[in-house]
């Protein structure tokens, strides 16, 4: 892998649930690395849902391998954040890994 295309610096973040000034628990989310990435959308498209369009976009995050990421995490990029569908560690060699992602849209 060329380090050249991995030109976007990424945050893999880990949710964890803390109590918040009651008390209750309430979900957070904490860095779990930052690394750099190359980005490769895969199709845009429109949903209709409750009479609203809302955008979502997928596609595919690649990084030097990285053990313990999992579908339960998130990818932060600047202030987007990445819902993580799979991951795929390419070729089985520890080397790189493809994260499978869609785009989280506030509505």
Do not use: C
């Not at 190359?38 to 845009?44: E, H, R, S, T, V």
Request: aromatic content about 10%.
């Amino acid at each position: 892998m060329k380090a050249g295309k991995l030109r976007h610096r990424i945050t893999i973040q880990k949710a964890t649930e803390a109590p918040n000034e009651y008390g209750e628990m309430v979900q957070t989310w904490g860095t779990f690395a930052t690394v750099s990435a190359a980005y490769y959308p895969l199709k845009g498209m429109e949903l209709v849902a409750a009479q609203t369009i809302n955008p979502r976009v997928s596609g595919d995050w690649v990084i030097r391998y990285l053990k313990g990421i999992t579908p339960k995490m998130r990818i932060l990029f600047e202030s987007r954040i990445f819902l993580i569908d799979g991951i795929t560690d390419t070729e089985e060699r520890h080397i790189e890994m493809r994260i499978r992602t869609e785009e989280w849209v506030a509505t």
